[in-house]
C-alpha cells in the first residue's frame, strides 16, 4: 500500500510570493492533518479536513489555507510568503480521524523563504 | 489552551545505556500517541496508549500512560545507534477529532 504522499519535496520562495502543496493520503483514508515544523516551535498543527471540509483549525493566521477534494487529496496555500515562514510542512492521513487514530505522516515539503 | 509538554529536550546516552522520556499534559487525554523521527525523516508512529495505568512494551521499548491520564513516559533500555532520532508523544487536541497536540520532542543522540 502506497504510503502519504507530499509534492514537491523542496521548495524555495521569495517573501511576498505565494505556494501550494499537495498531498496524496493513504488509499481509504478520509483525513488529513498539515502541520509546520520548526526546530523552535516543534511539531504545530495548521488545519484538518475530512470530506472535503475543514473540520478543525489551529493558530494560524488566515495566510494559511487549504482544501480537500473527493478524492481525499488535500493542498495547502500559503498566501503572502514571509520570512517565518521557513519550514518543513507536513502532511498526515489517517482514516477517519487523527484524535483516536495513528497519523500517517509523508516525507513533507522542505519550504525555504529567501 | 492545551498544552503539551516534554523533557529533557535532548539527550546524549552512551551506546547500551538506558534512556527515558517523560510527557506530560495540562488536560486529561483520552489518549497518548509516540511517535519517531529519524533525522531528515518524518514522525512515524510507535503506538497509542489508551487506558489509565496502561504499560506497553516493544522489545526493548516501554510505554506507559500515568493513572491520571496526564503524563507518559517512554523508556528504552540499553540504547543501540538505530535509536538515534526525535521522540514525540502527541494527545488529541480539544473538541471533535481531527487534530494532535505534539510534544516539543525528545532528541536521542547515541555514541557508539
Known amino acids: 500500500k502506497a504510503g502519504v504522499t507530499q509534492t514537491p519535496r523542496y521548495l524555495i520562495k521569495t517573501r511576498g510570493q505565494q505556494v501550494t502543496l499537495s498531498c496524496s493520503p493513504i488509499?481509504?483514508?478520509?483525513?488529513v492533518s498539515w502541520y509546520q515544523q520548526t526546530p523552535g516551535q516543534g511539531l504545530q498543527f495548521l488545519f484538518e479536513?475530512?470530506?472535503?471540509?475543514?473540520?478543525n483549525k489551529g493558530n494560524f493566521p488566515g495566510r494559511f489555507s487549504g482544501r480537500q477534494f473527493s478524492n481525499s487529496r488535500s493542498e495547502m496555500n500559503v498566501s503572502t510568503l514571509e520570512l517565518g515562514d521557513s519550514a518543513l510542512y507536513l502532511c498526515?492521513?489517517?482514516?477517519?480521524?487523527?484524535?483516536?487514530?495513528?497519523?500517517?505522516f509523508g516525507d513533507g515539503t522542505r519550504l525555504s523563504i529567501l | 489552551g492545551q498544552q503539551v509538554m516534554q523533557i529533557p529536550q535532548y539527550q546524549h546516552v552512551q551506546e547500551g545505556e538506558d534512556f527515558t522520556t517523560y510527557c506530560n499534559s495540562s488536560?486529561?487525554?483520552?489518549?497518548i500517541q509516540w511517535y519517531k523521527q529519524r533525522p531528515g525523516g518524518h514522525p512515524v508512529f510507535l503506538i497509542q496508549l489508551v487506558k489509565s495505568g496502561e504499560v506497553k512494551k516493544q522489545k526493548r521499548l516501554t510505554f506507559q500512560f500515568g493513572e491520571a491520564k496526564k503524563n507518559s513516559s517512554l523508556h528504552i533500555t540499553a540504547t543501540q545507534t538505530t535509536d538515534v532520532g526525535t521522540y514525540f508523544c502527541?494527545?488529541?487536541?480539544?473538541?471533535?477529532?481531527?487534530?494532535?497536540?505534539f510534544g516539543k520532542g525528545t532528541k536521542l543522540s547515541v555514541k557508539p
Open positions: 479536513y475530512f470530506s472535503e471540509t475543514q473540520r
Open positions: 488509499s481509504g483514508h478520509r483525513s
Open positions: 488536560t486529561t487525554l483520552s489518549n
Open positions: 502527541a494527545g488529541p487536541g480539544g473538541g471533535s477529532q481531527g487534530n494532535l497536540i
Open positions: 498526515a492521513s489517517s482514516l477517519v480521524g487523527a484524535g483516536g487514530e495513528p497519523q500517517h
